[in-house]
């Protein structure tokens, strides 16, 4: 069974920085992608920011510039986030891209989320 388990939230004033790390486990075969989705509330859940296993990015218009994915382990991606604005306050969702085994077919997995607050 996978599991994905975030952790880096908090609060933060407008301006601050934070860093969310994502760590995958269990029976993984292969990651084709890995990812960062929020949801604000009476929103729906939006993509951030995405890493291939090539190592290609992906940005939501409104970070870029001020968000970077990256993966220092086939398993663990982290995203930090500079400059942060009240508007940037959601739950955030780490989200994986992989095959658990040779056989199976690419499915989602997602964590548990993790709340970041922007607010003076």
């Known amino acids: 069974q996978v599991q994905l388990v975030e952790s880096g939230g908090g609060l933060v004033q407008p301006g601050g920085s934070l860093r969310l790390s994502c760590a995958a486990s269990?029976?993984?075969?292969?990651?084709?992608?890995m990812g960062w989705y929020r949801q604000a509330p009476g929103k729906q859940r939006e993509l951030v920011a995405a890493?291939?296993?090539?190592?290609?990015t992906d940005y939501a218009d409104s970070v870029k510039g001020r968000f970077t994915i990256s993966r220092d382990r086939v398993k663990n991606t982290d995203l930090e986030m500079n400059s942060l604005k009240v508007n940037d306050t959601a739950v955030y969702y780490c989200?994986?891209?992989?095959?658990?085994?040779?056989?199976?077919?690419?499915?989602?997995?997602w964590g548990q989320g993790t709340q970041v607050t922007v607010s003076s």
């Open positions: 989200n994986a891209v992989l095959r658990s085994t040779a056989w199976d077919r690419n499915r989602d997995y």
């Open positions: 269990g029976i993984i075969f292969s990651v084709k992608s």
């Open positions: 890493i291939t296993s090539g190592g290609s």
